[in-house]
């Protein structure tokens, strides 16, 4: 398994992979496949949505999360990333979103208080916008960083963030 999902050499702690292909804005028995494949939802698990929710209208993440909510039990982990209101329809985030059409999809939904969010459904939620300590691969440039450091995050929020969110189920 990890040299199939995570590359040669990289290390986990996981016991189990459980894969289901489905397209989760219109499959409401992706669940019950995922248990039928050896799914435990009293255990703690692990869910990474990454990549995924700004891909999704608003009542097609709502759905998706109470499906993973109810799956979680304690102390389940939650992790992924989510763009803000800002970044998905505002004018300087246009170019980007442009070419983001052109070569695959354009980002639906900004979400620009995660931790909210999540806590409706049970999690508690610590966020890193893309660029800060814990989120800075080298990648932003300094002086991006210090501008969005310098402004606090605010909902509804100003500027086209990426934040990366992890939480665990209460």
């Known amino acids: 398994i990890n040299a199939e999902y995570m590359g040669e050499g990289v290390p986990t702690s996981c ?17 019950h496949r995922l248990e039928a494949s050896g799914f435990d939802s009293s255990a703690a698990s692990v869910w990474i949505l990454e990549g995924l929710l700004m891909y999704m209208e608003m009542h097609e ?5 109470t499906a993973v909510s109810t799956a979680c039990a304690p102390q389940s982990a939650l992790i992924g990333d989510v ?43 610590d ?7 814990g989120a800075n691969f080298g990648r932003i ?24 969110f992890s939480a665990r189920k209460e």
Request: proline share 9%.
């Open 61 to 65: 993440v709502r759905k998706l999360l």
């Open 127 to 133: 966020i890193v916008c893309f660029g800060e300590n």
């Open 141 to 164: 440039p300094v002086e991006y960083i210090g501008f969005m450091s310098s402004v606090p995050r605010q909902d509804p929020d100003p500027l086209p963030r990426s934040l990366l």
């Open 83 to 125: 763009l803000t209101s800002a970044a998905v329809s505002g004018d300087m985030t246009k170019p980007l979103l442009d070419t983001w059409e052109r070569y695959a999809a354009r980002p639906v939904t900004g979400i620009d208080a995660p931790e909210i969010l999540l806590s409706e459904f049970g999690f508690a939620t």
């Open 15 to 31: 016991r189990a992979v459980f894969p289901v292909a489905t397209d989760l804005r219109s499959d409401d028995h992706w669940m």
